[in-house]
């Protein structure tokens, strides 16, 4: 069975940092792409970055580029997303997402 679980959201100042995690279990995760997507309130899903199976491949929405960092451990089946200089507009439940499997999200919210 296939398991995404993400972690490490919660509540932060605007230009404040997170780091989110994905532990990924039930398909050979290092030979994979992974992504993650967010869902702000009241709205759809977006893309935010994708990785590579070998770490070296990224891409990011324009949206976090710059602030954003996705990297990824392949001995541990772990995804990690680095934010940084957070604005309010990140707020959203951020899911990992693997060939259309989504975990249960990790919520951030940036506030004063």
């Known amino acids: 069975e296939v398991q995404l679980v993400e972690s490490g959201g919660g509540l932060v100042q605007p230009g404040g940092s997170l780091k989110l995690s994905c532990a990924a279990s039930?398909?050979?995760?290092?030979?994979?792409?992974m992504s993650w997507v967010r869902q702000a309130p009241g709205k759809g899903l977006e893309w935010v970055s994708t990785i590579g199976s070998g770490g070296s491949r990224t891409s990011y929405a324009d949206s976090v580029k710059g602030r954003f960092t996705i990297s990824r451990d392949n001995a541990k089946n772990t995804l990690y997303l680095q934010m940084i200089s957070l604005i309010p507009e990140d707020t959203a439940v951020y899911y990992c997402?693997?060939?259309?499997?989504r975990g249960q999200g990790t919520q951030v919210t940036v506030s004063s």
């Open positions: 997402r693997w060939d259309g499997v």
């Open positions: 039930g398909f050979t995760f290092s030979i994979y792409a």
